[in-house]
């Protein structure tokens, strides 16, 4: 699958429509399961109607989406590194270990650049860029729990991780390794964690 929809040397336009397609379909199942089981949050957008509606697929389009497809990409980038000419043996392991760091700090900034972008072109927070920037740090610190929609962003960017996970974990020729690969979900997890304890310590 990476090398036959992922590889960095099909054509731009190829590539970034497949990991958009990759990141829609990642997107696709938490987000739905954001709004089956977050209380109020069905019954707000049916009481609100269209204009709910529209709020949220607004956000979604203008975060989610380039959030997810920005990480997506720079995940897929990294991992092409793996199948360079000359790389070093070290390399896959080093790809490997970098992968989650890489998403959740990209994910991250992401969220920065996104909220003060809310904040001038929407009015967000107050149209203040400061407000914005401070609820960064414990909108996050919650999303791990699924309590907002960076949530389902945030875990839309871990199953669009899997392919690249799944392509990592199996040798050269050879078939995919279970134990690699849930180490790999492991040192992930691992990785969220930390990621969130950091978030939770800015936010106080």
């Known amino acids: 699958m990476m090398e036959r929809h992922f590889a960095l040397d099909l054509p731009a336009g190829r590539f970034a429509w497949n990991v958009l397609m990759l990141s829609l379909a990642a997107l696709g199942l938490p987000l739905a399961a954001y709004l089956s089981l977050r209380p109020g949050v069905a019954e707000m957008l049916a009481q609100g109607g269209t204009t709910a509606a529209q709020l949220l ?85 919650r999303a791990a729990a699924f309590e907002n929609l960076s949530g389902a962003y945030l875990y839309a960017v871990l199953l669009a991780s899997l392919p690249a996970q799944a392509s990592a974990s199996r040798p050269p020729g050879g078939r995919c390794r279970a134990v690699a ?23 106080r």
Do not use: E, K
Not at 81 to 99: C, E, N, Y
Not at 133 to 139: K, M, S
Not at 181 to 203: H, Q, R
């Open 57 to 141: 697929l607004r956000q979604v389009a203008l975060n989610g989406v380039p959030v997810v497809f920005a990480v997506t990409w720079a995940g897929f980038v990294l991992h092409g590194l793996r199948s360079r000419p000359g790389a070093a043996p070290r390399t896959p392991w080093i790809v490997m270990l970098a992968d989650a760091p890489l998403r959740l700090t990209i994910f991250g900034l992401l969220h920065l650049v996104v909220y003060v972008l809310a904040a001038d072109w929407f009015g967000s927070f107050g149209g203040d860029r400061a407000t914005a920037l401070r609820v960064v740090a414990p909108t996050l610190a």
């Open 181 to 203: 690969l849930l180490g790999l979900l492991a040192w992930t997890a691992l990785c969220v964690s930390a990621f969130t304890a950091i978030l939770v310590a800015i936010a």
